[in-house]
């Protein structure tokens, strides 16, 4: 696959069921897990430093995924990691950061070098999350830069295993159509 490359010897590596869209772009030091989905036009550049992603994570459309290579300023760079259930909304910006588990980032968010985001947080659409912030677990976190609105519902955490799961289905049928086999539709 054209779309995915190696970079100083270096190829990503897919769990089981996982499906990149052929406009996507995977480079370098990059694991995804089990079950996860990248799709059109994201591009995940683990070219100067490791990018791991968990299981049943959902990259959308537009995304990037980024590293912080080590430097005079910053000795240890920083890698890109994403726990397990996270949704990824289309055109967001990650850049060597740290997301937990059960996290929904929203459209158009950003989250930059160092920042890390605990398990169960929502990041509204458009957010900005400066440098080594630190995203306490159980919130919505809304604006740019990006404040603790309150803290989440119920409901809203049941909400990262529903999406993941919704988006495990939806990748399901793209390596289905993808395989050559029949599709299944439900009203």
Known sequence: MAN?????????????????????????????????????MTVIRGDMHRIRIGDRCSIQDGSVLHITHASDFNPGGWPLILGDDVTVGHKALLHGCTIGSRVLVGMGATVMDGAVVEDEVIIGAGCLVPPGKTLESGHLYVGSPCKQARPLSDKERTFFKYTAGNYV??????????????QITQP
Do not use: M
């Open 4 to 40: 995915v490359r190696s970079h100083k010897g270096t190829t990503p590596q897919f769990g089981e069921r996982t499906w990149v869209d052929p406009s996507a772009v995977v480079i370098g030091d990059v694991e995804l897990g089990n079950d996860c989905s990248v799709w059109p």
């Open 169 to 182: 289905k939806l990748k399901d049928e793209y390596l289905a159509e993808q395989a050559g086999e029949p």
